[in-house]
């Protein structure tokens, strides 16, 4: 599973040994992998300013994993054309240890690994300070990738629209992938070639009729130049002074003349713009495939200029990275208002092995945690009752610290 839960109880004797327990009944009954989750010794300042900082670091939690939420979905609208290569791009490099961050991180690997960055977030700053750098560095991200996803919407929708103008029916499509200029008398003072839509039942009525459908039409001057399931294009020559009565009588018959004049340098300009389109769409995954040089993974000042997707890829990682990192700050805030002073709890990565135990494997939990809050263990049995002097429902509350790191950041 791509779930973990991140918990913490007291570091006495008592609940060591609880800890034991419980890693003993999750290993025989295959309920969930264990592991410790080392989280530094912060300044703790007042709990008065604990109780605060617990809130802000709720709100920053839920905005990281939204923003990582909506990298990944950017990843795959970029690599539309690869999409079985997006988790691959999901990773969180340059996280571990110093001799592994030149490696490919998968997100669960850097989760289970997880090591305090002593260098971008040092634990002897006071705790407020920790999470106002977090705090910035997401919201930077955040900027960034609102300008550079925009611009790609942008260069998508036009290209969206170029293609579905293209797509469309004879009457509205654009013609600058159908027509050459050698299907156009150009630059006579008296010969014009119009373009009419002919319905494919009709073919036939058109080449014997639109020789008399006026006069002054050039004879076996007709070429179809394209079809669709409709019918097709068809060209044909005449004076300029019949071009009324020509429409005229061609309507009656069923034919329609499409409104056109024969433009190279439109032509070119829209043939060159799709190219220059597609080019430019296609840059943002192709170039990225590029290795990042030694040592580029961390942008603090994200002024990364480059192809969008390599941009996400590091940024990803980046932010991915704050996350855990805010999590941890989360199990020592609330270890610490929640077990007091001095700071003595052991916090536990435990991730369940099938969506068929988690009930188990948290009615284990309560079992193993109960005396830590009685009263909170005893409302586990009620999913209605409420713990007195919280503003939590006890589906939210448990005797222990816990917090959820879902990695499914596709669903």
Known sequence: M??????????????????ERLNTVTSKSNLSYNTKFAIPDFKVGTLDSLVGLSDELGKLDTFAESLIKRMAQSVVEVMEDAKGKVQENLLANGGLKEKMKCLKIDLTSFVTHFEWDMAKYPAKQPLPSVVDTLAKQLAQIETDLKGRTA??????????????????????????????????????????TLLVIVPTQNYIQWQKTYESLSDMVVPRSTKLIFEDKEGGLFTVTLFRKVIDDFKARAKENKFMVREFYYDEKEITRER????????AKKQQYQTSCVALKKGSSTFPDHKVKGPLLRWLKVNFSEAFIAWVHIKALRVFVESVLRYGLPVNFQAVLLQPQKKSSIKRLREVLNSVFKHLDEVAAASMLDAAMDIPGLQLNNQDYFPYVYFRIDLSLLD
Do not use: C, H
């Open 151 to 192: 611009a790609y919407s942008t260069l998508k929708a036009t290209l969206d629209s170029l293609n579905q103008k293209a797509k469309a029916n004879l009457f509205t499509r654009t013609l600058s992938d159908i027509v050459n200029k050698d299907d156009f008398v150009l630059d006579s003072e008296y010969l014009v």
């Open 2 to 19: 791509s779930e973990f839960w991140l918990i913490s109880a007291p570091g006495d004797k008592e609940n060591l040994q609880a800890l």
């Open 272 to 279: 060159e713009e799709m190219t220059r389109l597609l080019s």
